[in-house]
RNA sequence: GCGGAAGUCGCCCAGCCCGGUCAAAGGCGUAAGGUUUAGGCCCUUAUCUCUUAGGGGUUCGUGGGUUCAAAUCCCACCUUCCGCACCA
């Protein structure tokens, strides 16, 4: 047993002393690795862990490279999350204190302090920060910050006013989710049972009732030329209220909500529904008088209370028509005024008839008002009407336009003409504040935003992310797609850490409009955590030149008070590191960070800064299902490291899928990983550097296949293809390695040390960016002085020993068809005897060959084209080795059909002599003799040797 | 609805871009054998199906098509997953 956290303790000391991943400036080219830091609300689990590896899979890959590579970390305290769990704690809620003592393991004496946000964000700060470095991640720490530091807050000051400066940031208004008790809007974690308040925009259209104006919600503005009636409520009380001047009738709930929806409402007495019945409104757009009348349906909570009937396409008010048609119990003369409705279609949908909703209630069969598959109607004929109705020749102006396209046209319309206005209205109705209070819809009037629907910048982030590379590419359709349907984006809110706009300090910086161009950051901040320069004298001035080149540094200087040497430098050691190489984040961020980091970048900064790269992975699962806390399946990242190994945990996270797919986790591919991996120890330690003497075939066969694996894998990590890349270093190549050993063994040879040594060398040394801690440990085992992630990466010579590769594979194959015949016949081996084909079935072979590389695999043709010539015209006796050999060929890969084109002196003969024997001893423990068909003195007594084919011997089994 | 991704031999998952290397890699599981006092780990072999000569048959969501040749290219359909915002 080997004690993984010693040797991992071990190397991670090395590292920190000999500060080989502390990164300034020298005369190398440098890469810049970037990865988004992480939120400090918890501590990291498994799942944390895959983009900080694959990061810094990709820096340590890139230093053996031989490039300068900078990977630094910051973490973001900026966010409401943090708030609302302080909120928490000091409301003493036991959910959350009990998750931070048994989940979170936190003591108790840190549990007390967590009433202050900054503290829970310093706690979880310092573990996530532990976490990493127990990982073995290649961060300079230097360079480490957090975003609510002073000297960070003037960055972002600098890039907010910049933003502001360009015209990128607007003032306007906008809808939030809002808690009227506690004045503020609410999100996600701001509410019970963490609901999203999501809300959606009726179109208020007002009927006329003498001197007031009754307005009704409706998603379908367009079918205001549809409408028969009005339904109300009669069990319900309206509220007479004046609005902006108007006199409305509406539900006290709907004038509650109008009240946050930047409208002034004075309350000036009620109205029962019932009073309301009877009476005849006028229609906004044609002066025509329609009815209100009754319906149980509808609720004072949605909308406006009142609604607008158009029972051609509505499910509900058809229903209800026919309810009150039906009814014994109307009042007379009402009841007349009842019977003479008739619905008004105004929408052609192909496979509908007239009335729509009179047919989706016949299909399903619908009774009443009542009955909850009016629900079910209503969406079915929505969705078709949407997507495939038209106006009809009664909607005027509209008429021939599609459902879908009228929607908005009549919309507008409708409010130029003042027929309408606007209600917005949360969809998810009751979303409850943490307080205990429902919430509302409110309209902010000040809210800042980024304008994100600029054309010219979203013209510019496309031609960034044209010039950039995505991995992996699959990606990258969504990028664009995003850049098209961004519009504007508040950038700041009301609570929550983070820095203050600096012209309006009663808002904050929004956490995803801070963390956008950060890495330019990590330049600057070296100086400041080395004391170099102080945070107040980082003015606007500093960063304008320093990412600029804004102003020239002697004012700069002045300015500033920071000496200008310094002010040099630094401009340097960012011309230097900037641009970002490559950014790593998780695939949830693709809608908003990454697009945002390329749109603020090409806001900023120059060209030539502009990000190079993005890398995006999946998500992580545990044992295929998504981790989370209710199901009690996260595993905190240190724990695992102290009870498997950092290494074992990179692998197996690595491993277990491609770039972008979710990565299903399980702690027994851990275990399988670290068996592997301490064999591969063992095996190191076994072997010595020693001189390597004359080679064998399969020597030089094994050399070969090194070779390709290192293009492979070079190839693979460059495309970050890195599963693939694990894959071949761990179990692809150990099927070669076992062919080799396979082939020493039966030639009892001891000489194979130095050879060994070599391959597993190089083998470690493309581990080590995956497996860094246990490389190590595996090339001071081998022998090798100086670390191995300091080493440079194998370099793929070009030397590919054709013939070697070729020769094992005859053999392999050889070997293959014995075992098959065996296994076929049963039959226990007393001699083995292989004959090998005629010159001019060689010949034949190569010319075959040659046609289909050119494309021609056609039997008949090749046939012709081989009795054509002098040389291979035997063959016509012999049409069936010419159907075989093609299969033969096509069933190869096409590197071997190369190679084999290449050589043409290929003595099988010879070969199988000299190598085979000592294998089919060792396999089967039977003397093998080898012919050649031609040979007259051949033993053949089952006239076995006609059937012999180029790389495809005959064999005769005793 | 819009946008994206995906359906492969018990399970997970490669291969698809660039058609022939494909009965299709690897891991897990299962079975047999070796090692071990025993178990675990580890190693070997097998794992669609038929076959007493290295061979054949049927497979890659479903149905078509292109091609000498399709898991791979094209079309249609079915199914699943993810994102759709002011939230990190």
Same mark, same amino acid.
């Given at each position: 047993?080997?004690?993984?956290?010693?040797?991992?303790?071990?190397?991670?000391?090395?590292?920190?002393?000999?500060?080989?991943?502390?990164?300034?400036?020298?005369?190398?080219?440098?890469?810049?690795?970037?990865?988004?830091?992480?939120?400090?609300?918890?501590?990291?689990?498994?799942?944390?862990?895959?983009?900080?590896?694959?990061?810094?899979?990709?820096?340590?890959?890139?230093?053996?490279?031989?490039?300068? $590579?900078?990977?630094?970390?910051?973490?973001?305290?900026?966010?409401?999350?943090?708030?609302?769990?302080?909120?928490?704690?000091?409301?003493?809620?036991? %959910?959350?204190?009990?998750?931070?003592?048994?989940?979170?393991? $936190?003591?108790?004496?840190?549990?007390?302090? !967590?009433?202050?946000?900054?503290?829970?964000?310093?706690?979880?700060?310092?573990?996530?920060?532990?976490?990493?470095?127990?990982?073995?991640?290649?961060?300079?720490?230097?360079?480490?910050?957090?975003?609510?530091?002073?000297?960070?807050?003037?960055?972002?000051?600098?890039?907010?006013?910049?933003?502001?400066?360009?015209?990128?940031?607007?003032?306007?208004?906008?809808?939030?989710?809002?808690?009227?008790?506690?004045?503020?809007?609410?999100?996600?974690?701001?509410?019970?049972?963490?609901?999203?308040?999501?809300?959606?925009?009726?179109?208020?259209?007002?009927?006329?009732?003498?001197?007031?104006?009754?307005?009704?919600?409706?998603?379908?503005?367009?079918?205001?030329?549809? =409408?028969?009636?009005?339904?109300?409520?009669?069990?319900? /009380?309206?509220?007479?209220?004046?609005?902006?001047?108007?006199?409305?009738?509406?539900?006290?709930?709907?004038?509650?909500?109008?009240?946050?929806?930047?409208?002034?409402?004075?309350?000036?007495?009620?109205?029962?529904?019932?009073?309301?019945?009877?009476?005849?409104?006028? =229609?906004?757009?044609?002066?025509?008088?329609?009815?209100?009348?009754?319906?149980?349906?509808?609720?004072?909570?949605?909308?406006?209370?009142?609604?607008?009937?158009?029972?051609?396409?509505?499910?509900?008010?058809?229903?209800?028509?026919?309810?009150?048609?039906? +009814?014994?119990?109307?009042?007379?003369?009402?009841?007349?005024?009842?019977?003479?409705?008739?619905?008004? @279609?105004?929408?052609?949908?192909?496979? !509908?008839?007239?009335?729509?909703?009179?047919?989706?209630?016949?299909?399903?069969?619908?009774?009443?008002?009542?009955?909850?598959?009016?629900?079910?109607?209503?969406?079915?004929?929505?969705?078709?009407?949407?997507?495939?109705?038209?106006?009809?020749?009664?909607?005027?102006?509209?008429?021939?336009?599609?459902?879908?396209?009228?929607?908005?046209?009549?919309?507008?319309?409708?409010?130029?003409?003042?027929?309408?206005?606007?209600?917005?209205?949360?969809?998810?109705?009751?979303?409850?504040?943490?307080?205990?209070?429902?919430?509302?819809?409110?309209?902010?009037?000040?809210?800042?935003?980024?304008?994100?629907?600029?054309?010219?910048?979203?013209?510019?982030?496309?031609?960034?992310?044209?010039?950039?590379? /995505?991995?992996?590419? %699959?990606?990258?359709?969504?990028?664009?797609?995003?850049?098209?349907?961004?519009?504007?984006?508040?950038?700041?809110?009301?609570?929550?850490?983070?820095?203050?706009?600096?012209?309006?300090?009663?808002?904050?910086?929004?956490?995803?409009?801070?963390?956008?161009?950060?890495?330019?950051?990590?330049?600057?901040?070296?100086? /400041?955590?080395?004391?170099?320069?102080?945070?107040?004298?980082?003015?606007?001035?500093?960063?304008?030149? $320093?990412?600029?080149?804004?102003?020239?540094?002697?004012?700069?200087?002045?300015?500033?008070?920071?000496?200008?040497?310094?002010?040099?430098?630094?401009?340097?050691?960012?011309?230097?590191?900037?641009? /970002?190489?490559?950014?790593?984040?998780?695939?949830?961020?693709?809608?908003?960070?990454?697009?945002?980091?390329?749109?603020?970048?090409?806001?900023?900064?120059?060209?030539?800064?502009?990000?190079?790269?993005?890398?995006?992975?999946?998500?992580?699962?545990?044992?295929?299902?998504?981790?989370?806390?209710?199901?009690?399946?996260?595993?905190?990242?240190?724990? #695992?490291?102290?009870?498997?190994?950092?290494?074992?945990?990179?692998? *197996?996270?690595?491993?277990?899928?491609?770039?972008?797919?979710?990565?299903?986790?399980?702690?027994?591919? =851990? @275990?399988?990983?670290?068996?592997?991996?301490?064999?591969?120890?063992?095996?190191?330690?076994?072997?010595?550097? &020693?001189?390597?003497?004359?080679?064998?075939?399969?020597?030089?066969?094994?050399?070969?296949?090194?070779?390709?694996?290192?293009?492979?894998?070079?190839?693979?990590? &460059?495309?970050?293809?890195?599963?693939?890349?694990?894959?071949?270093?761990?179990?692809?190549?150990?099927?070669?390695?076992?062919?080799?050993?396979?082939? =020493?063994?039966?030639?009892?040879?001891?000489?194979?040390?130095?050879?060994?040594?070599?391959?597993?060398?190089?083998?470690?040394?493309?581990?080590?960016?995956?497996?860094?801690?246990?490389?190590?440990?595996?090339?001071?085992?081998?022998?090798?002085?100086?670390?191995?992630?300091?080493?440079?990466?194998?370099? #793929?010579?070009?030397?590919?020993?054709?013939?070697?590769?070729?020769?094992?594979?005859?053999?392999?194959?050889?070997?293959?068809?014995?075992?098959?015949?065996?296994?076929?016949?049963?039959?226990?081996?007393?001699?083995?005897?292989?004959?090998?084909?005629?010159?001019?079935?060689?010949?034949?072979?190569?010319?075959?060959?040659?046609?289909?590389?050119?494309?021609?695999?056609?039997?008949?043709?090749?046939?012709?084209?081989?009795?054509?010539?002098?040389?291979? &015209?035997?063959?016509?006796?012999?049409?069936?080795?010419?159907?075989?050999?093609?299969?033969?060929?096509?069933?190869?890969?096409?590197?071997?059909?190369?190679?084999?084109?290449?050589?043409?002196?290929?003595?099988?003969?010879?070969?199988?002599?000299?190598?085979?024997?000592?294998?089919?001893? *060792?396999?089967?423990?039977?003397?093998?003799?080898?012919?050649?068909?031609?040979?007259?003195?051949?033993?053949?007594?089952?006239?076995?040797?006609?059937? +012999?084919?180029?790389?495809?011997? +005959?064999?005769?089994?005793?």
């Amino acid at each position: 047993m080997i004690d993984w956290n010693r040797i991992e303790e071990k190397w991670r000391k090395k590292w920190q002393e000999s500060k080989d991943f502390e990164t300034n400036p020298n005369s190398k080219e440098k890469k810049f690795i970037t990865v988004a830091y992480p939120y400090p609300n918890s501590p990291q689990h498994i799942g944390h862990g895959r983009t900080y590896t694959l990061a810094d899979v990709h820096a340590r890959f890139l230093r053996m490279k031989g490039y300068n $590579v900078l990977f630094p970390m910051g973490f973001h305290y900026t966010g409401t999350p943090i708030l609302g769990m302080a909120k928490r704690v000091q409301e003493g809620d036991k %959910e959350l204190i009990q998750n931070f003592r048994e989940l979170y393991h $936190v003591p108790e004496d840190k549990i007390k302090e !967590f009433s202050e946000p900054v503290k829970i964000a310093d706690y979880f700060h310092e573990e996530i920060k532990s976490g990493m470095i127990e990982m073995g991640y290649s961060i300079d720490w230097r360079r480490e910050f957090t975003t609510i530091d002073p000297a960070y807050q003037k960055f972002i000051e600098w890039q907010i006013n910049t933003l502001r400066k360009k015209n990128l940031i607007i003032q306007g208004s906008h809808p939030v989710g809002w808690c009227p008790k506690d004045q503020n809007p609410v999100s996600q974690h701001d509410t019970l049972g963490d609901v999203e308040p999501d809300f959606t925009e009726y179109i208020l259209i007002k009927f006329r009732l003498e001197d007031y104006v009754i307005p009704t919600a409706t998603l379908r503005p367009e079918t205001i030329f549809g =409408v028969t009636n009005l339904w109300v409520n009669p069990d319900i /009380v309206y509220k007479k209220i004046k609005v902006d001047g108007e006199n409305w009738i509406v539900s006290a709930e709907c004038a509650h909500k109008l009240e946050y929806l930047d409208k002034k409402v004075t309350y000036e007495g009620e109205i029962k529904g019932s009073e309301l019945c009877g009476k005849k409104v006028q =229609v906004p757009h044609r002066n025509d008088p329609v009815i209100m009348l009754p319906a149980s349906f509808v609720e004072s909570h949605t909308g406006t209370g009142i609604v607008m009937s158009v029972p051609a396409h509505a499910p509900f008010d058809y229903q209800a028509l026919q309810d009150l048609k039906n +009814a014994k119990d109307v009042e007379k003369s009402l009841a007349k005024e009842i019977q003479k409705i008739e619905a008004i @279609s105004i929408i052609e949908t192909e496979g !509908f008839g007239n009335i729509p909703a009179k047919e989706a209630i016949d299909k399903l069969g619908i009774k009443d008002q009542k009955d909850s598959k009016l629900e079910e109607a209503t969406k079915e004929i929505y969705g078709k009407e949407f997507y495939g109705g038209k106006l009809k020749q009664n909607t005027g102006q509209f008429a021939g336009k599609k459902v879908a396209d009228a929607k908005d046209i009549v919309k507008n319309w409708l409010i130029k003409e003042k027929f309408a206005g606007i209600l917005l209205e949360l969809t998810n109705v009751p979303v409850r504040c943490r307080c205990g209070a429902e919430c509302v819809v409110k309209i902010l009037n000040n809210q800042w935003f980024l304008n994100y629907s600029d054309k010219l910048w979203k013209e510019k982030a496309t031609k960034c992310l044209d010039g950039m590379s /995505v991995l992996p590419q %699959e990606i990258r359709p969504e990028f664009n797609y995003v850049i098209g349907w961004l519009r504007e984006r508040a950038c700041a809110r009301q609570h929550g850490l983070g820095t203050k706009l600096p012209w309006d300090k009663d808002w904050i910086v929004e956490s995803l409009s801070d963390s956008v161009i950060y890495m330019a950051y990590y330049i600057i901040v070296k100086f /400041v955590n080395s004391n170099e320069i102080k945070p107040e004298s980082l003015g606007p001035e500093f960063f304008d030149y $320093v990412f600029l080149e804004l102003g020239d540094s002697n004012t700069v200087s002045e300015k500033t008070k920071i000496q200008k040497e310094k002010i040099e430098q630094i401009r340097k050691e960012f011309l230097y590191f900037y641009p /970002v190489d490559s950014r790593h984040s998780g695939r949830d961020l693709v809608p908003n960070h990454l697009t945002f980091f390329v749109l603020n970048h090409v806001a900023i900064f120059p060209e030539e800064n502009w990000p190079q790269e993005i890398v995006v992975n999946g998500s992580v699962l545990m044992d295929g299902k998504k981790m989370s806390k209710s199901m009690g399946n996260i595993i905190p990242l240190r724990k #695992a490291i102290r009870d498997y190994g950092a290494d074992p945990i990179r692998l *197996a996270i690595i491993i277990s899928a491609e770039l972008l797919q979710d990565a299903d986790f399980n702690l027994e591919s =851990v @275990s399988g990983i670290k068996h592997k991996l301490e064999s591969l120890l063992e095996e190191c330690s076994r072997l010595k550097p &020693e001189k390597q003497g004359k080679l064998e075939p399969e020597d030089k066969w094994i050399k070969s296949k090194l070779q390709s694996a290192v293009s492979d894998l070079t190839s693979s990590i &460059e495309k970050m293809r890195l599963r693939e890349a694990l894959h071949n270093i761990l179990f692809s190549f150990e099927s070669d390695l076992q062919w080799y050993m396979k082939r =020493v063994n039966a030639k009892h040879r001891t000489d194979t040390l130095g050879i060994l040594h070599e391959i597993n060398s190089t083998r470690v040394a493309m581990l080590s960016p995956f497996a860094p801690h246990i490389a190590e440990e595996m090339w001071e085992k081998l022998g090798h002085a100086g670390m191995v992630s300091t080493s440079s990466w194998p370099q #793929a010579s070009e030397k590919i020993d054709g013939y070697a590769i070729q020769s094992e594979e005859l053999l392999k194959s050889i070997i293959d068809d014995i075992a098959n015949i065996l296994k076929v016949t049963k039959i226990t081996p007393q001699k083995i005897t292989i004959y090998t084909a005629d010159s001019f079935k060689s010949k034949a072979y190569h010319s075959i060959l040659d046609k289909i590389m050119n494309g021609q695999t056609n039997m008949g043709i090749i046939m012709k084209d081989l009795i054509a010539n002098k040389e291979t &015209e035997e063959i016509k006796k012999n049409p069936d080795f010419v159907q075989r050999t093609i299969k033969d060929i096509l069933s190869e890969p096409t590197e071997l059909r190369k190679t084999k084109l290449e050589i043409l002196d290929f003595d099988e003969k010879e070969l199988i002599a000299s190598e085979l024997s000592g294998l089919v001893k *060792a396999d089967f423990d039977v003397e093998l003799q080898v012919f050649s068909e031609s040979d007259p003195s051949k033993y053949d007594p089952k006239n076995k040797a006609k059937t +012999a084919r180029p790389f495809k011997p +005959a064999i005769l089994i005793e």
